[in-house]
């Protein structure tokens, strides 16, 4: 990030991580609020979903990205719901960004499907909640997948996005930690 002013919610990016370093969690925030909100501004999103909301940073990202757009996000973690609904809150976001708390696997199956944009960013990525995650996205959705290159279960993930027939993903970085993917 060249300057705090490139990103409105620096703050809370901030936040986060002096978070973890006092809670011993893996609230990493995601590097690059302003893309994720280009991304939903660009897919013109209505809905977006994402996994690992942590203290909201992202989830706000995609709602200032896509003004029209409800965003559901999901957090396991109590103390990292309640200090995320304080930042969406503050924010006056509070009407169109919905924190489910819950894990994952529990929450993603009680959503309706039909996202616009979808986000994991909860940990490094597994084959059965990515498979879940393409069941609610639209066709023609865009998947952004964090944490890609963290080896293990995240490879078989990491194929999947580049099989060249169920979805057309490119890496954004050159350390292949996220992908961007329509899907086909
Ligand atoms: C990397 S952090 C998310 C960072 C956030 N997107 C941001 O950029 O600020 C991952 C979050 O996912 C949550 N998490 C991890 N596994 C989970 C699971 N199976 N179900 C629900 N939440 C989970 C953690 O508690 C953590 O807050």
Redesign the pocket.
Known sequence: MTSATADPFAKI?AA?NSHRARHG??????DNGPLLAALAAAANARRIV?L????G??ALSFASGAPGATVDT????PE?VGLARENIAAAAMDHRVIVHE????VVLPTLDPGYDVAFF???APVPALHKTLRGLLRTGGTLITANLNHGGAAEAVRKALFDGKTWRSALVDEHGETAISVKL
């Open positions: 990016r986060t969690c893996n609230a990493y925030p995601y994402e690992g909301t942590a203290l940073y992202t999901i957090e396991g973690d990292h819950g894990d994952f696997a960013d909860g940990g």
